[in-house]
């Protein structure tokens, strides 16, 4: 009897352990997992309950994170290619409407939240000059190698509205 109880003992304190230890999706997110170059692979708004891809619907472009700062190259990857290489005002500003670029340093809120990790992004450059010089907050997660970036509802630059964005990447590096 003593026997059958030991090993009832040991059976629910392996179950426990097990269910104790978390699982990868689990892990407290923390600033070193965004550390790398990411590949983005979706990208789109949400205005109410209608949902766009400001980027088209197959977007493309990187994204860095050091310890300290962001890089950010996207672009619609279904964009015309101008007729050459000095663009005419139209392409210009189709080229423009196509992408987004910037940089800055970041800081991280550490608190866990569904979402992940808050970020606030300090954009010292950027292809659009509403956004230099302005903070940009986002959560951010990492699972496994899938980042996943939300932004809380703001005034989208690119459409005047406010929207949010959601932006999802695999790790490139």
């Excluded at 990857?77 to 189709?94: F, H, N, Y």
């Excluded at 954009?123 to 659009?128: G, M, Q, V």
Aim: glycine share 6%; proline share 6%; hydrophobic share 40%.
């Amino acid at each position: 009897m003593i026997r059958i109880i030991t090993n009832i003992l040991a059976v629910a304190a392996l179950a426990t352990a097990v269910e104790a230890a978390p699982s990868q999706a689990q892990e407290a997110m923390t600033k070193d997992k965004l550390v790398g170059t990411w590949r983005m692979i979706s990208f789109k708004a949400m205005t109410g309950n209608q949902i766009t891809y400001p980027l088209g619907e197959r977007p493309s472009g990187l994204i860095a994170y050091t310890p300290s700062r962001i890089w950010v190259m996207t672009i619609d990857s279904d964009r015309k290619p101008p007729a050459s290489a000095t663009l005419t005002d139209t392409e210009a500003v189709s080229l423009m409407r196509s992408h987004t670029a910037y940089t800055g340093k970041y800081d991280v809120d550490p608190a866990q939240t569904p979402d992940g990790i808050k970020i606030v992004i300090h954009a010292d450059f950027a292809s659009n000059q509403a956004i230099a010089g302005t903070d940009r907050a986002f959560f951010v997660r990492v699972d496994g190698n899938k980042l996943t970036i939300k932004s809380p509802a703001t005034l989208a630059p690119s459409t005047g509205l406010i929207s949010s964005v959601q932006v999802e990447c695999v790790k490139a590096d």
